[in-house]
């Protein structure tokens, strides 16, 4: 048995992993901190909610990691500490997804806090990062919207079946619990019930995540936000290199990922939030229409897109069965 | 007053005009009727529902106008019938909407069963159609999706803004009330209800409705179905002929439906479904998003996408201001 | 034409006037201000949002009736301002509602901000108080659930139709919108979608205005919160006097409104939300159940429950058609 | 290690079953069969949706305990047939809850199918009848209705403190996966939506069971179904008895319930659906309003209102820990 923290643990991606965490049978949750400063606990909301702890790193000298669910920001001058104390640390917020500091600047328009840890940080897509997760001190957590993108278009462009220099588009839908358990303008009950909307086109901060783990920036990434909870669907465009059909793309896909516990790749059928809303996993179809051939693709953002992949990735670390707590 | 009346009223888009007319100034409903063939009147599902006539074309002899809200293939023999007896008709169904009765028997599985109308049957984007509509005896309504997608599109085509050859990615978005309002799996509320999907990739009905009506087939279209009941959301990636901006672009719309009263252009920010609910109005929005042009439109579907479109058309054929029982 | 002004138009219900004086007959719409203090106005949410004035009440000189959609507290201060130029004032907030000061200081814990006003103050349920709202400067708009509760209940009352002491259980739901416009816990997505709760059990502060308007303290009333946005259902279980059947409740209530424009008396069927949303209606059904008499009542908690109420109060002030603008 | 089967295994309780199987730690889920005549499979709606096996009761000869998630009626006989194989049933559907067959009648229009087999079944309403559960053969699974209120309601009877004589208000509120699977009107996405109703007052079938586990007809239940998915909440007001206060009411359930491991009593605040969503916990809270006690609980309509429930009574009757499977 393994102990484990949160630090952060009062929003929703807190929230998951200590959901998740409750049924693994490896791993202990020794603490549950919130992420703001000051010596005192945050009370429960609901007699039914859990009590979360002051922020206090002191007390998280003998865990053998740390989930950091804490803003971008925040968690980089965090994980720092820890890291010092020689905790493992998966970090949820962005602060570690970005090789580049000036990318980082730039995207999120302030200077790192802890430049000098951007080099050892693997980006963990744990099914396409495994044995570099499984060395890391320090795991950055890979954003919901990139998860639900690149888990089905790495194989296509790294086995060349996606035409040269033509764009991709990626039209992203999510439920509002992307937005974060704090309220705002944007997840208030009468702005999203019954609406529909897109934003940040053209400027959302996933992008440049989604194109440095692509290694091109010809994907064009459209967010929108959803009058429901949970869940992404992205349907992504794929121009196909020539002579390359829905069905080869199909197949790429099922082969690459036959021995993942957590992708599917449909032979028919398209699948729905539905289908893997409280899972960990990334199911995925292929149909051809006109010149293009549209992958649609579903996750929850808050377990795979979240804290299902951090879990993941936290269990790669310690050296635990990879799907521990997440079947 | 002219007389108007409705045949296949009990369903959504019947109601939607009921209500609609309810506040016009100028058309009185003179008969709201079933499409089921029988004697019998439809009763109300609640006392506050209103009661659907029975089918009896025999008794619209002095109407002038009649809407047409019955499922394809019932339409036609309809309208054949009203128009023999100098009825000016607008057919919501699809009818009337492709000119070739092949693609027709194509696209819906079987024969036109009228295609010796086809010739004078006018698509009734109004916009796009005001004076063909003027003059015309029968209106094919525009089908919902389509609505969303040409009204932005069109001008940016005929002004040479889109790049030649390249694909235009159509990735619609719709409320529930789209697909009617008998139930079935699809819109049963635990199949709707904090879910969402993409259907008929690749094959959907409306696409060659799209393709004829544009003059290409390299518009990519997907729809999706949303957890709302009103309600459609297209995002639209345009490949940019060369040299051309974001800003011309919009530029382009905003001149050219700068007299229309249902046509909105933003200057910025990005339109919502919310925005158009309940009106006969089409928002655009238009911003850059790295190699493509994004433009984001909002209907509501029962409304600029089916019923509050009718009207406009019967008010155009009618020779009213286009705009009572709209604004 | 009569000029009227919102002051709080920023808010639902003020939003919500907007929305009907649009199509007013006989009203024109000079201002719709902000309640905030300071001299900006509140630009829109979207594009498709209204602008909203800086208040100024010096600019209302002119209009004839001015509709207060602002915070209790704060509105019966501009209602002394009002009344002192001689303008006529609906007030929506809760300021006007109590007739005792001191029952107000109770329940709205601080000194009513304009005691010499209770006292000319007519409590605006315009079914049963026309004649007095017809010659009132300061009309009291009632609070949503108390016209749910009273406009079924009075009748009932005033006939003797109930049994003398016993309670009468008033069990109302509400949609969000009720909550207003302001983003906080209680109204976040991610708390009201697929949840439900009851609040203010015992305690909320429409108890006492209910109870003032019935005549009697033995009304037990809670109020819940519906995952919808617009709407309250009441279900009420009436203890009928001895001998009295659910057909006579009925009758009665059939008898009492039968030439109202407002108020629908079910003979049979029971009313929903969607039977009355978007509309100044109020829809009642009456069933037995057990020792019980169950009443069940619907309205738009924005229209018949505030604004719609409002703008029927001010026709009856300024001597119009009562239904303009509403039907 | 037991083997158990479902017969029904494609509506909700079905489903909801097969998903808490797959955790049990005791329990393996040798068949799922669909309750449908014929011998066909159910194909899955979607990939993700499991297949459900042909009906075939020769191949349950060897489990231990069989599920019956079939429409009333149907289920006693497929009951009798297993229990002369040896077999133990609980029984999700209405057949065996009722212990006069004429009520029965009376209640589901049709004579009884099996009325030798209702002296033997025992109403599985666990925490009330544990001991009778561990000994029964035909355990008869509670309405979810009937569960929200009795858990509450029972110990209050049986200390006295509700007042003799007087009616109780049990005002329940359900999501509309209580309807079932099948789509009709009733569960049309755009009949629930934004929708809100009472249905069956005074008449609903689950009234008589909760008057015959209550030994009195005095509860006057109403139920209302809310535009959520999951969770039941009832609103009970409770007549006290002289002298008897909201604490002593609060005090009697929390010492009733103090050893179980699914019922919660609030100290303070008020459960919300949210808090027992996914799990098999009923949530009470108690506070005074006016002459009564009001008593608000929820619980999960399709966990602890049904197939939690279920699997609680068939872990209490194959003497398994009664928790496995549900924590």
Not at 161 to 181: E, F, W
Request: proline letters at 8%; aromatic letters at 6%.
């Amino acid at each position: 048995m393994s102990n484990v923290a949160i630090v952060g643990a009062s929003g929703y991606t807190g929230r998951e992993l200590m959901r998740l965490l409750r049924h693994h049978p490896q791993l202990r949750l020794a603490s549950a901190m919130t992420a703001r400063p000051g010596s005192q606990p945050e009370p429960p909301a609901l007699p039914c909610d859990p009590t979360v702890e002051a922020l206090d790193l002191d007390r998280l000298a003998d865990v053998d990691g740390v989930f950091l669910c804490t803003p971008h920001g925040a968690a980089a001058s965090i994980a720092a500490d820890l890291l010092a104390r020689g905790t493992r640390v998966v970090d949820l917020s962005a602060d570690f997804r970005l090789r580049d500091p000036q990318a980082y600047a730039r995207t999120y328009a302030a200077e790192h806090p802890a430049p000098a840890l951007l080099g050892e940080a693997v980006y963990g897509l744990t099914e396409h990062a495994r044995d570099a997760v499984a060395k890391a001190r320090l795991c950055a957590n890979p954003g919901c919207y990139p998860t639900s993108i690149l888990l089905p278009l790495l194989p296509l462009l790294q086995n060349g079946l996606v035409a040269d220099g033509q764009p991709i588009v990626a039209d992203s839908k999510s439920g509002t619990s992307g937005a974060g358990k704090a309220p705002g303008e944007r997840t208030h009950f009468g702005n999203v019930h019954e609406n529909f909307c897109a934003y940040g086109v053209g400027t959302h901060r996933h992008a440049p995540e989604i194109w440095q783990q692509a290694g091109t920036e010809r994907i064009v990434f459209t967010p929108h936000l959803l009058p429901t909870f949970r869940g992404i669907l992205s349907t992504i465009y794929v121009p196909p290199a020539t002579g390359v059909t829905a069905d080869q793309v199909r197949d790429c896909l099922a082969e690459r990922y036959a021995a993942e516990p957590f992708v599917s790749v449909y032979q028919k059928g398209l699948p729905e939030l539905r289908c893997v809303q409280m899972t960990n996993e990334c199911h995925v179809a292929v149909a051809p229409s006109g010149p293009y051939v549209v992958v649609v693709s579903v996750i929850d953002n808050l377990v795979k897109g979240a804290s299902g992949q951090a879990l993941q990735n936290m269990n790669v670390m310690l050296g635990l069965d990879e799907t521990a707590g997440l079947s």
